[in-house]
C-alpha cells in the first residue's frame, strides 16, 4: 500500500517477464487494494499495451476512484501512443482544468500538439509553463516543441539540451534531439542522438524506429531491417511499425514477408491508410488481379476522407483501368469519374469516360443488330411439307 514501492518496481524491472509476475501475483492475491490496480494501468503502459492499460484506467474510474490527475496523464499518454491524438488532447484539456499547475506529464502534450501540427496551443502551452515553471525539464521540451514546429530545428535542440541537463535519463529528449537532426539532414547526430536514447531506455521503440528511418534514408536496407524487426518486437500491434517492417521487406525482395505484415498492419488498425494501398500494387506486380481490386476498392471505401490525394488516385485510377478491360463500363466509367476529382488523373480519367461511354454504345448496338430469334436452317424437302388427311390433328372428341 506504498506507492513508491511500486514506482521502483516499474523502474527497476528489467524485462516484461517481472512486470507481468508482480501483475499474476496481484491478480492472485485474495486481498487487493487499489494501489494495486493503479500499478497495473502504468506496468501495462511501460509494456506497451497501451489500449489495454486505457482500458484498465477506465475501470478503475468507473469503479469510485475519481478522475486523477495522474492516472489521466497516463491514459493522455496512452491515446497518443496509439495515435489517437484527438482523445489525448481531450484529456490533457481535462488535466488542465482540474490541476492548472500540473506540469508533470504535460511535455507529451506538447508532442501531441506537435504531431496534429497546432502552433497555437503549443505556443499558449508552452509560455504558460514558462512563466510559472521556467526551470523544469518539462518545459524546456514543450519550449524545444514550439520551436521545431516552427522549423527552428538549432533552437529546438538546444531547448531539448537543456532539458536533458535537468533530467539526464530522459530517453524521449535524445529521442527528439535526433528527429531534428535528422530535419537538419545531419545523420551521424542523429544516430548518436537516437543510440544514446535506445541505451537509457530499451524498451521505447522510438528510437529503434529512428534509426530504421535514418538507415531507410541513407539506403542502407540491411541495417533498416534489423532496427524496424527490433520496434515491432516491442509493439507487435503498432500499424506503423509493421509498415516500416513490410517496407523493409520488399527493398531486401521478401514479397511475401511483406504481404503478412501489410495484411497484420491493415487487421490491427492501419493509421495512416497505406496497408492496403500498398497491398493493392503488391497484388498488381504479383498479376492476381481480383486480390489487388478488392485492396483498392476497400481503400477507396474506408480512406476517402483522410488519404492523400495521390493514394486516392492511384486506386480510381487503376480500377478505372481495371473495368474496362472486364468490359464493366458503368463500374469503370464511375471509377473514371473519381479521378476527376484529382489533378494527376484528371485527363486520363476523362478519356476512360469517353471509351466507357462509346465501347458500351457499341455493345448495345452490336446486341440489338441481331435478330431476336436464331434463324432456323430449313433442310425439308417440298415432299415432307405435304399433310395427308390421316396425319391432320383431330379436334373432335
Not at 213 to 242: C, F, G, Q, V, W
Request: proline letters at 3%; hydrophobic letters at 40%; charged letters at 25%.
Amino acid at each position: 500500500r506504498f506507492w513508491p514501492a511500486y514506482e521502483s518496481i516499474l523502474q527497476h524491472s528489467r524485462n516484461e517477464k517481472q512486470l507481468r509476475d508482480v501483475i499474476g501475483q496481484f491478480l492472485e492475491s485474495t486481498s487487493t487494494h487499489w494501489l494495486q490496480h493503479v500499478y497495473e494501468v502504468f506496468a501495462l503502459a511501460k509494456l506497451n499495451q497501451h489500449l489495454e492499460s486505457i482500458q484498465a484506467a477506465r475501470r478503475l474510474i468507473m469503479g469510485g476512484l475519481k478522475a486523477q490527475p495522474a492516472l489521466l496523464v497516463q491514459m493522455a499518454i496512452s491515446f497518443h501512443e496509439i495515435y489517437e491524438n484527438t482523445e489525448a488532447c481531450e484529456q490533457f484539456r481535462n488535466i488542465a482544468q482540474i490541476d492548472p499547475l500540473r506540469i508533470e506529464g504535460m511535455e507529451q502534450y506538447s508532442n501531441t500538439l506537435f504531431l496534429m501540427n497546432n502552433k497555437a496551443d503549443l505556443y499558449k502551452l508552452a509560455y504558460r509553463f514558462l512563466a510559472t515553471h521556467r526551470f523544469k525539464w518539462e518545459t524546456c521540451v514543450m519550449l524545444g516543441n514550439y520551436y521545431a514546429i516552427r522549423g527552428e530545428h538549432l533552437a529546438a535542440i538546444k531547448f531539448f539540451e537543456r532539458a536533458l541537463r535537468l533530467n539526464p535519463y530522459n530517453a524521449r529528449c535524445w529521442t527528439l534531439i535526433g528527429h531534428e537532426y535528422m530535419e537538419m539532414k545531419n545523420h551521424s547526430a542523429a544516430c548518436i542522438a537516437y543510440r544514446k536514447a535506445s541505451t537509457i531506455s530499451p524498451d521505447d521503440p522510438a528510437p529503434y524506429y529512428g534509426l530504421a528511418t535514418m538507415y531507410d534514408i541513407l539506403k542502407m536496407h540491411a541495417y533498416s531491417h534489423r532496427y524496424y524487426l527490433l520496434a515491432y518486437n516491442l509493439r507487435p500491434m503498432d500499424s506503423r511499425m509493421l509498415i516500416g517492417l513490410a517496407e523493409s521487406y520488399l527493398k531486401l525482395n521478401k514479397i511475401d514477408d511483406a504481404k503478412k505484415c501489410f495484411l497484420k498492419a491493415f487487421q490491427v488498425g492501419d493509421v495512416e491508410g497505406t496497408a492496403l494501398l500498398a497491398l493493392g500494387k503488391i497484388y498488381d506486380k504479383l498479376e492476381d488481379s481480383n486480390r489487388a481490386v478488392q485492396a483498392f476498392q476497400k481503400y477507396l471505401v474506408l480512406y476517402v476522407k483522410v488519404a492523400p490525394e495521390q493514394n486516392l488516385a492511384t486506386a480510381a485510377i487503376y480500377l478505372a483501368r481495371f473495368f474496362l478491360r472486364k468490359k464493366k463500363f458503368d463500374l469503370s466509367y464511375g471509377y473514371a469519374m473519381q479521378c476527376l476529382d484529382y489533378e494527376m488523373t484528371r485527363d486520363e480519367g476523362r478519356n476512360l469516360m469517353i471509351d466507357a461511354n462509346q465501347m458500351k454504345a457499341e455493345q448495345l448496338r452490336a446486341s440489338t443488330s441481331q435478330p431476336s430469334t436464331p434463324a432456323v436452317q430449313h433442310n425439308l424437302s417440298t415432299a415432307d411439307m405435304v399433310i395427308d388427311e390421316d396425319d391432320e390433328p383431330s379436334f373432335e372428341d
